[in-house]
């Protein structure tokens, strides 16, 4: 079982819709990273957070620690987000984790 | 001006060939990685250094070498190529470790091994 879990795997939405990616961990972290991936491979940094949350656009991400979960909210979905949404979190040592990413396809 | 450059972009070599990968940024930032892309797009740390010094070697087989001349370059060095090591390398860099600082990611050099 990896550390760091996302869900769901694969998310087909309509443009307009809420979308919510969740990613949970089982290790102690530092602080967790929400990254996108484009079709064409760049990989570009959303959000580092290690507490409460943060916004950004229509880029919302959250995190509880307690609880080990965090979520990236996309607000009014538009065809341009469709790409991979990676979690990683910074485990103690300095080292990223990364979760297996969420294809997403928003459909116009 | 690209922040984070690596070259380069697409290379296909066969089986045993050495070959080398070049990543320079020019952020001024003081750590460089490199991470490991294999065909399930999982992506995973394979080394870290900080002001040229190596502070995080990931269970990578010996025949892979990074090398920093200067905070501002890490080289990833590949020896006798093995069919497994086709994948997208991709270099990193970010102010002074992963833990409250964004990563800034190059784009990424797809590798096949024939």
């Known amino acids: 079982k990896n550390e760091v879990e996302q869900s769901p795997q694969n998310l087909t939405a309509q443009e307009g819709e809420f979308i919510t990616i969740n990613c949970s961990y089982s290790v102690g972290i530092s602080a967790l990273h929400w990254l996108q991936q484009h079709p064409g491979g760049g990989i570009v940094s959303l959000f580092m957070?290690?507490?409460g949350k943060k916004k950004h656009g229509r880029l919302i991400a959250t995190i509880n620690i307690q609880e080990k979960h965090s979520s990236l909210h996309i607000t009014a979905s538009h065809p341009r987000d469709s790409a991979v949404y990676i979690c990683?979190?910074?485990?103690?040592?300095?080292?990223?984790?990364f979760g297996a990413g969420t294809i997403l396809r928003v459909k116009s | 001006d690209t922040a984070v450059s690596q070259t380069p972009k697409y290379l296909v070599t066969q089986m045993g060939n050495d070959k080398s990968i070049k990543c320079e940024q020019n952020?001024?930032?003081?750590?460089m990685y490199w991470y490991k892309q294999d065909s399930k797009k999982f992506l995973k740390i394979m080394f870290s250094y900080n002001n040229k010094e190596l502070i995080i070697n990931e269970t990578v087989p010996n025949r892979f070498s990074p090398k920093s001349p200067d905070k501002a370059h890490l080289n990833l060095h590949i020896n006798s190529l093995e069919l497994g090591d086709s994948a997208v390398y991709f270099c990193?860099?970010?102010?002074?470790?992963?833990?409250?600082?964004?990563?800034?990611f190059g784009e990424g050099s797809w590798l096949t091994v024939v």
């Open positions: 957070l290690s507490s």
């Open positions: 952020l001024g930032h003081d750590t």
């Open positions: 990683a979190v910074v485990e103690y040592g300095n080292k990223l984790v």
């Open positions: 990193a860099s970010s102010q002074d470790g992963v833990s409250g600082n964004t990563i800034y």
